[in-house]
């Protein structure tokens, strides 16, 4: 009996083990594509994220193959799901780059995770994009990281410029989500440029995500009588938020950050969010016609309005392939060398340039939400 | 459960220091061997494996660690992970510190020692504040019946989260990153060795008796003079030290922390290791440890073909369906040496019989 | 003046949602002694059913009360029904196994359902349709005072319960037989009560009641997703401990408390430590008064 055990146990590692291995020998067989890893949370609490910005690659890299792919090459992205754990990010981009070995590696949304894989891209000279990590310590682990998006210094001078000079107010109270560095990085660098542009911070209150009650913090905001509450979290808690304040008879406007893209935004906020605004990698409503061909394409292929996750994924392989075509040879150190003089990309959320520090400069567009849909408020240049 | 072991009672039953001499040879030069072969591991190992590997010593000690607890002690923690947070964050700490030290730089060219000897420093206090940290939360819970450490473990773990999420010094919600690289194959499985052994000893010592006693009838053993509050602090304390090592190596394997990677799920995870491998059994923490890192690993694969999230999903499955229908996990609390021929055995283990017992 | 009042308010609507939770999770563990953690996925499971109620039968274009009581019935059926299955399935086997199996087994039911909730329902929050109620603008209010009428649907539902609940335990048959069982088990069986539907019956009472708070939190908080239990779960549990578990008024009392603790905590001091409140007072409770605010000491059985 207890050798049939052993046995059993010994059985069960037989299957698993090559289970591990199998696949990665099928996928080196394929020599005419140039293969790109993707690390996404396309499960777990930030699921939506991972799959916003898969679509985006996905519609991409369809649409590069289609004009006849790279350098007589098809592109194949490998997407890995790390389930929203850096843990697990860290292992999937090893495994990309050792067992699938791509040239080539898009993620991740979050900071947090970005931070992890960047040092093994970085010591493996494979090429990163973040299509929307906006921590600026990313891109400083190495010159192989890149990124495609604003990152939160920018984003946070942009609301508070755009509250001190287009809305003209003085008073602004925070609420932030702490368990989120993002959050706390945008109402960082938003006091910052706030307070340098004459503007008060008359509280700074906080909260979790997960979070459902938000009475208390607003109540002690109330009390402090401010022109705007800046709110940088995601579209999850800032909802219920907008709704809790209106119902204790806050009625000045809600300003918060890309968190908030999401039509869940409207649907759980309701009459509550009108009035908000928000900065945004792009706005669906601009008019130029390599926008909108992305929006009609998006549409067909899944039914959908473009989040800005998507537009982000979707200008990151589009980065990456016109610096695959502009590349000497596919080596991964002249890919590095054609992604870092990355000038006037017009992509689908701005004209982007890469910057010596290999982040994207950019505008970020603001957007209002009146009569239940994001509306084009005003677009702030950097500097 | 099964009924209480017929330990005999040997004299040399002093923790730590009265294995026997063959004991102490083989143990010792375990440890030794990790060193040894650790270079060539890292040269002519792919990374990806070796990272499964370090992975799979991490997970070891996590789930021997936890079994002490759960296992031989008979209480439910389930913040495993908010130990191993505190290791984690500590060691960190630790090592950086040092590493930014000019004095400590200098020491360090001028004495000789290697440079990545900073590493048991910060291992060793991390694992202090682990058990320092497990000593507070266990005293008030564990003198209660069981059931209220699963929920105050539970809850320690997010007080631990909140409170790393608070404090700028150690990056608050955006976490630590920069950690130098320094959990080598040699470190971890040396710790991994180490605990192990020390488990191993704790068990078979009459510390390790008063444990059973805890787990088999707490009121019998308080009747027989037992200290059961006073051996169940000191178990948990035990099993937080090692969970602090375990915290300390992740955070030198992964160069980044966040508050976030230390939730539930991840206690979850280790308690699963410990249940599958059976509650008791040091050799089947250590299989089940292995098994359930290749098997993410495995599963991933799955994930990339269906594009679902089913892991957590199975792994819950297979807890309920074990309680269930095979309560004891894949050994029950015996030890895989136990499956050997018993002639193997004794040259094996020199006193076999020492730990012999009454099978079920 | 009107804040502290606006923030005692607030208080109570929160501490009425804790109630109406740990109501729940405080008999089912005064019958079994058993940390049922998948009280809170019950909870979960309890405002999913209300939503796709609600959605399915197109409840919103008939507001009104008659509405309401429709989702609630549904959600606390489905509910109830989870609650006998888990029991059955999950619960009943390990009767007599030890119970560190039996809190292994909850935690493996929580987390499944959890997990497979996400497959089913996805992980992205959804909106709870609010508009099969019209209270919208209805709120009332005296000075920078407002006062909503859902805060008051709640508070006055969870001290209804309350009074039922205790009503029920003390002044009927299924009541004193819950007593017994929750006394000693192998002596009520001997008595001739049958221990086994008494259980379940406190189970599918208990579950029913995490269903209609889950449905309540719906339409006060209109944002669910298949994580929403944990917490709540786990906070309502630290609410029975407090008040003293077992107790239906301790643990209504306890939710209150726990309330007001993290509504002044958050208001007035460091709102950034509101989770870890509710398991420094658990820690502390277990430290000095195990027992709990209203719960009597009962030694241990041998």
Same mark, same amino acid.
């Given at each position: 009996?207890?050798?049939?055990?052993?046995?059993?146990?010994?059985?069960?590692?037989?299957?698993?083990?090559?289970?591990?291995?199998?696949?990665?020998?099928?996928?080196?067989?394929?020599?005419?594509?140039?293969?790109?890893?993707?690390?996404?949370?396309?499960?777990?609490?930030?699921?939506?994220?991972? *799959?916003?910005?898969?679509?985006? *690659?996905?519609?991409?890299?369809?649409?590069?193959?289609?004009?006849?792919?790279?350098?007589?090459?098809?592109?194949?992205?490998?997407?890995?799901?790390?389930?929203?754990?850096?843990?697990?990010?860290?292992?999937?981009?090893?495994?990309?780059?050792?067992?699938?070995?791509?040239?080539?590696?898009?993620?991740?949304?979050?900071?947090?995770?970005?931070?992890?894989?960047?040092?093994?891209?970085?010591?493996?000279?494979?090429?990163?994009?973040?299509?929307?990590?906006?921590?600026?310590?990313?891109?400083?682990?190495?010159?192989?990281?890149?990124?495609?998006?604003?990152?939160?210094?920018?984003?946070?001078?942009?609301?508070?410029?755009?509250?001190?000079?287009?809305?003209?107010?003085?008073?602004?109270?925070?609420?932030?989500?702490?368990?989120?560095?993002?959050?706390?990085?945008?109402?960082?660098?938003?006091?910052?440029?706030?307070?340098?542009?004459?503007?008060?911070?008359?509280?700074?209150?906080?909260?979790?995500?997960?979070?459902?009650?938000?009475?208390?913090?607003?109540?002690?905001?109330?009390?402090?009588?401010?022109?705007?509450?800046?709110?940088?979290?995601?579209?999850?808690?800032?909802?219920?938020?907008?709704?809790?304040?209106?119902?204790?008879?806050?009625?000045?406007?809600?300003?918060?950050?890309?968190?908030?893209?999401?039509?869940?935004?409207?649907?759980?906020?309701?009459?509550?969010?009108?009035?908000?605004?928000?900065?945004?990698?792009?706005?669906?409503?601009?008019?130029?016609?390599?926008?909108?061909?992305?929006?009609?394409?998006?549409?067909?292929?899944?039914?959908?309005?473009?989040?800005?996750?998507?537009?982000?994924?979707?200008?990151?392989?589009? *980065?990456?392939?016109?610096?695959?075509?502009?590349?000497?040879?596919?080596?991964?150190?002249?890919?590095?060398?054609?992604?870092?003089?990355?000038?006037?990309?017009?992509? *689908?959320?701005?004209?982007?340039?890469?910057?010596?520090?290999?982040?994207?400069?950019?505008?970020?567009?603001?957007?209002?939400?009146?009569?239940?849909?994001?509306?084009?408020?005003?677009?702030?240049?950097?500097? | 459960?099964?009924?209480?072991?017929?330990?005999?009672?040997?004299?040399?039953?002093?923790?730590?220091?009265?294995?026997?001499?063959?004991?102490?040879?083989?143990?010792?030069?375990?440890?030794?061997?990790?060193?040894?072969? %650790?270079?060539?591991?890292?040269?002519?190992?792919?990374?990806?494996?070796?990272?499964?590997?370090?992975?799979?010593?991490?997970?070891?000690?996590?789930?021997? %660690?936890?079994?002490?607890?759960?296992?031989?002690?008979?209480?439910?923690?389930? @913040?495993?992970?908010?130990?191993?947070?505190?290791?984690?964050?500590?060691?960190?700490?630790?090592?950086?510190?040092?590493?930014?030290?000019?004095?400590?730089?200098?020491?360090?060219? %001028?004495?000789?020692?290697?440079?990545?000897?900073?590493?048991?420093?910060?291992?060793?206090?991390?694992?202090?504040?682990?058990?320092?940290?497990?000593?507070?939360?266990?005293?008030?819970?564990?003198?209660?019946? @069981?059931?209220?450490?699963?929920?105050?473990?539970?809850?320690?773990?997010?007080?631990?989260?909140?409170?790393?999420?608070?404090?700028?010094?150690?990056?608050?919600?955006? @976490?630590?990153?920069?950690?130098?690289?320094?959990?080598?194959?040699?470190?971890?499985?040396?710790?991994?060795?180490?605990?192990?052994?020390?488990?191993?000893?704790?068990?078979?010592?009459?510390?390790?008796?008063?444990?059973?006693?805890?787990?088999?009838?707490?009121?019998?053993?308080?009747?027989?003079?037992?200290?059961?509050?006073?051996?169940?602090?000191?178990?948990?304390?035990?099993?937080?030290?090692?969970?602090?090592?375990?915290?300390?190596?992740?955070?030198?394997?992964?160069?980044?922390?966040?508050?976030?990677?230390?939730?539930?799920?991840?206690?979850?995870?280790?308690?699963?290791?410990?249940?599958?491998?059976?509650?008791? %059994?040091?050799?089947?923490?250590?299989?089940?440890?292995?098994?359930?890192?290749?098997?993410?690993?495995?599963?991933?694969?799955?994930?990339?073909?269906?594009?679902?999230?089913?892991?957590?999903?199975?792994?819950?499955?297979?807890?309920?369906?074990?309680?269930?229908?095979?309560?004891?996990?894949?050994?029950?609390?015996?030890?895989?040496?136990?499956?050997?021929?018993?002639?193997?055995?004794?040259?094996?283990?020199?006193?076999?019989?020492?730990?012999?017992?009454?099978?079920? | 003046?009107?804040?502290?009042?606006?923030?005692?308010?607030?208080?109570?609507?929160?501490?009425?949602?804790?109630?109406?939770?740990?109501?729940?999770?405080?008999?089912?563990?005064?019958?079994?002694?058993?940390?049922?953690?998948?009280?809170?996925?019950?909870?979960?499971?309890?405002?999913?059913?209300?939503?796709?109620?609600?959605?399915?039968?197109?409840?919103?274009?008939?507001?009104?009360?008659?509405?309401?009581?429709?989702?609630?019935?549904?959600?606390?059926?489905?509910?109830?029904?989870?609650?006998?299955?888990?029991?059955?399935?999950?619960?009943?086997?390990?009767?007599?196994?030890?119970?560190?199996?039996?809190?292994?087994?909850?935690?493996?039911?929580?987390?499944?359902?959890?997990?497979?909730?996400?497959?089913?329902?996805?992980?992205?929050?959804?909106?709870?349709?609010?508009?099969?109620?019209?209270?919208?603008?209805?709120?009332?209010?005296?000075?920078?005072?407002?006062?909503?009428?859902?805060?008051?649907?709640?508070?006055?539902?969870?001290?209804?319960?309350?009074?039922?609940?205790?009503?029920?335990?003390?002044?009927?048959?299924?009541?004193?037989?819950?007593?017994?069982?929750?006394?000693?088990?192998?002596?009520?069986?001997?008595?001739?009560?049958?221990?086994?539907?008494?259980?379940?019956?406190?189970?599918?009472?208990?579950?029913?009641?995490?269903?209609?708070?889950?449905?309540?939190?719906?339409?006060?908080?209109?944002?669910?997703?298949?994580?929403?239990?944990?917490?709540?779960?786990?906070?309502?549990?630290?609410?029975?401990?407090?008040?003293?578990?077992?107790?239906?008024?301790?643990?209504?009392?306890?939710?209150?408390?726990?309330?007001?603790?993290?509504?002044?905590?958050?208001?007035?001091?460091?709102?950034?430590?509101?989770?870890?409140?509710?398991?420094?007072?658990?820690?502390?409770?277990?430290?000095?008064?195990?027992?709990?605010?209203?719960?009597?000491?009962?030694?241990?059985?041998?």
């Amino acid at each position: 009996m207890n050798m049939r055990l052993v046995t059993r146990v010994t059985l069960g590692f037989a299957v698993v083990v090559p289970l591990a291995v199998g696949p990665t020998v099928e996928a080196q067989s394929a020599d005419d594509f140039i293969k790109i890893g993707e690390v996404g949370s396309t499960t777990g609490s930030e699921a939506t994220f991972g *799959v916003a910005t898969h679509q985006g *690659v996905d519609l991409a890299i369809k649409e590069i193959n289609a004009t006849g792919g790279i350098q007589g090459k098809k592109l194949k992205v490998i997407l890995l799901d790390d389930q929203g754990k850096p843990e697990e990010a860290a292992t999937a981009t090893t495994r990309l780059i050792t067992q699938d070995k791509v040239t080539a590696i898009i993620g991740e949304v979050a900071s947090s995770r970005s931070l992890a894989m960047a040092p093994i891209a970085q010591q493996n000279k494979i090429p990163m994009i973040s299509p929307s990590s906006t921590n600026p310590k990313v891109t400083e682990i190495g010159d192989y990281i890149f990124r495609v998006c604003f990152i939160d210094p920018f984003q946070g001078f942009v609301m508070a410029r755009f509250a001190a000079e287009n809305l003209k107010i003085k008073r602004v109270a925070i609420l932030r989500d702490v368990k989120n560095d993002y959050s706390v990085g945008l109402a960082k660098y938003f006091t910052e440029t706030f307070k340098k542009l004459g503007g008060d911070i008359v509280l700074d209150q906080s909260y979790s995500a997960g979070d459902i009650d938000f009475k208390s913090q607003l109540t002690a905001i109330r009390a402090t009588k401010p022109e705007a509450i800046f709110v940088p979290g995601y579209y999850t808690e800032v909802g219920l938020i907008a709704r809790q304040a209106r119902s204790l008879g806050i009625k000045v406007p809600m300003l918060g950050g890309d968190g908030w893209d999401s039509p869940k935004l409207l649907q759980i906020g309701g009459k509550a969010m009108e009035g908000a605004y928000f900065s945004n990698h792009y706005s669906a409503e601009d008019k130029s016609p390599h926008v909108q061909a992305f929006i009609d394409r998006y549409r067909k292929a899944y039914k959908d309005t473009p989040s800005g996750l998507a537009a982000m994924g979707f200008d990151a392989t589009m *980065v990456l392939a016109d610096a695959m075509k502009r590349a000497k040879s596919l080596a991964t150190s002249d890919i590095r060398a054609a992604l870092a003089v990355t000038k006037d990309y017009q992509g *689908v959320t701005g004209r982007i340039s890469i910057d010596q520090q290999r982040n994207a400069v950019k505008p970020a567009v603001v957007l209002k939400v009146v009569n239940g849909s994001f509306s084009y408020e005003s677009t702030i240049r950097p500097g | 459960m099964e009924a209480v072991r017929t330990q005999p009672h040997t004299t040399k039953s002093r923790f730590l220091f009265s294995t026997s001499t063959f004991q102490t040879l083989v143990w010792g030069l375990v440890l030794l061997a990790a060193f040894v072969i %650790s270079p060539w591991i890292q040269q002519g190992i792919n990374p990806y494996w070796f990272t499964i590997i370090i992975y799979c010593g991490i997970n070891i000690i996590l789930a021997v %660690s936890l079994n002490l607890v759960n296992g031989f002690t008979g209480q439910f923690s389930i @913040g495993h992970a908010g130990f191993m947070a505190v290791g984690a964050y500590v060691a960190a700490v630790v090592t950086m510190a040092l590493g930014a030290n000019p004095a400590w730089n200098e020491f360090v060219a %001028s004495s000789g020692i290697p440079a990545n000897a900073v590493l048991p420093i910060g291992l060793c206090l991390g694992g202090v504040a682990a058990a320092g940290a497990g000593y507070m939360v266990g005293m008030p819970s564990l003198r209660l019946r @069981g059931d209220y450490l699963a929920i105050v473990t539970l809850g320690f773990g997010e007080i631990i989260r909140v409170v790393m999420m608070n404090t700028e010094a150690v990056g608050g919600a955006s @976490g630590l990153n920069n950690i130098p690289f320094l959990s080598d194959f040699g470190w971890v499985y040396s710790s991994v060795v180490l605990t192990v052994f020390c488990v191993w000893r704790m068990v078979h010592s009459s510390h390790g008796r008063t444990l059973l006693a805890v787990r088999e009838d707490e009121i019998a053993g308080e009747a027989m003079g037992v200290n059961t509050t006073q051996a169940k602090v000191r178990a948990f304390a035990m099993g937080a030290f090692f969970a602090g090592i375990a915290g300390g190596l992740y955070a030198h394997q992964l160069q980044i922390l966040t508050p976030q990677t230390f939730d539930f799920n991840r206690s979850f995870e280790i308690v699963i290791m410990v249940v599958l491998g059976g509650m008791g %059994s040091i050799s089947g923490s250590v299989v089940a440890a292995i098994l359930l890192t290749v098997l993410r690993e495995a599963l991933r694969v799955i994930q990339t073909w269906y594009e679902i999230d089913i892991r957590m999903v199975i792994y819950s499955l297979v807890l309920i369906i074990l309680m269930l229908t095979r309560p004891n996990g894949l050994f029950g609390s015996r030890e895989i040496i136990d499956f050997f021929p018993a002639s193997l055995r004794r040259k094996l283990a020199g006193r076999a019989e020492a730990r012999g017992g009454v099978k079920q | 003046m009107d804040q502290f009042l606006q923030h005692v308010i607030n208080a109570l609507s929160l501490g009425s949602i804790y109630a109406l939770i740990a109501l729940g999770y405080t008999m089912v563990f005064g019958v079994l002694q058993l940390i049922n953690f998948a009280h809170g996925e019950i909870y979960m499971l309890g405002a999913f059913t209300g939503m796709y109620t609600i959605r399915w039968l197109r409840l919103e274009e008939h507001p009104g009360i008659g509405s309401l009581i429709i989702a609630l019935i549904a959600a606390m059926a489905a509910s109830a029904t989870a609650g006998f299955v888990i029991e059955r399935l999950a619960y009943r086997p390990l009767r007599k196994s030890p119970r560190i199996n039996l809190l292994i087994t909850a935690v493996g039911v929580s987390l499944f359902l959890q997990y497979t909730g996400q497959l089913i329902f996805g992980s992205d929050p959804q909106f709870f349709p609010t508009g099969i109620l019209e209270l919208e603008g209805y709120n009332w209010s005296y000075g920078d005072l407002v006062i909503e009428p859902m805060q008051i649907v709640a508070l006055v539902l969870a001290l209804i319960l309350m009074v039922v609940l205790q009503y029920i335990i003390f002044r009927t048959r299924l009541g004193r037989a819950m007593r017994a069982v929750s006394f000693n088990h192998d002596l009520a069986s001997l008595m001739g009560i049958p221990t086994n539907q008494i259980i379940s019956a406190t189970f599918m009472l208990g579950s029913a009641l995490a269903g209609a708070a889950g449905v309540l939190v719906g339409l006060i908080y209109p944002k669910i997703d298949p994580l929403m239990g944990t917490m709540p779960g786990l906070k309502a549990f630290v609410a029975a401990v407090l008040g003293g578990i077992g107790n239906v008024t301790g643990a209504v009392l306890g939710a209150f408390t726990l309330g007001l603790a993290e509504e002044f905590l958050v208001g007035y001091w460091v709102p950034t430590y509101r989770d870890a409140l509710a398991f420094g007072i658990l820690i502390l409770i277990l430290l000095f008064k195990p027992s709990g605010l209203l719960g009597v000491h009962r030694a241990e059985k041998v």
